[in-house]
């Protein structure tokens, strides 16, 4: 499964996009995140040339220091998790 989260300081993380995915053996599974001005994209891939878009047109709005009042400290991070454990020398 890939999942899109939103968290905030005091609030729980919230899934906004999710859907499942078949990777197979030790293929990777590749992940990024797109931006164009306030509007940010989440991506996926099971091959470097063939992207899927999990949820476009996010709005980031709040990440704004004009909309925040000052600096927001933000950051994103894209991760995977899984049930079986891979020995990070295997991780690219």
Do not use: C
């Not at 729980?12 to 994209?41: C, D, H, M, N």
């Not at 949820?55 to 899984?82: C, E, P, Q």
């Amino acid at each position: 499964v890939v999942r899109l989260e939103v968290k905030g300081d005091t609030a729980p993380a919230r899934v906004v996009a999710e859907t499942p995915v078949r990777v197979s053996g030790r293929k990777p599974l590749f992940l990024r995140i797109s931006a164009q001005g306030r509007w940010y994209s989440f991506w996926f891939a099971t091959s470097p040339d063939k992207w899927i878009l999990l949820r476009g047109n996010v709005d980031g709005i709040a990440l704004s220091t004009k909309v925040a009042g000052g600096f927001v400290g933000t950051w994103f991070a894209m991760y995977a998790h899984g049930s079986t454990p891979i020995p990070l020398s295997t991780l690219r």
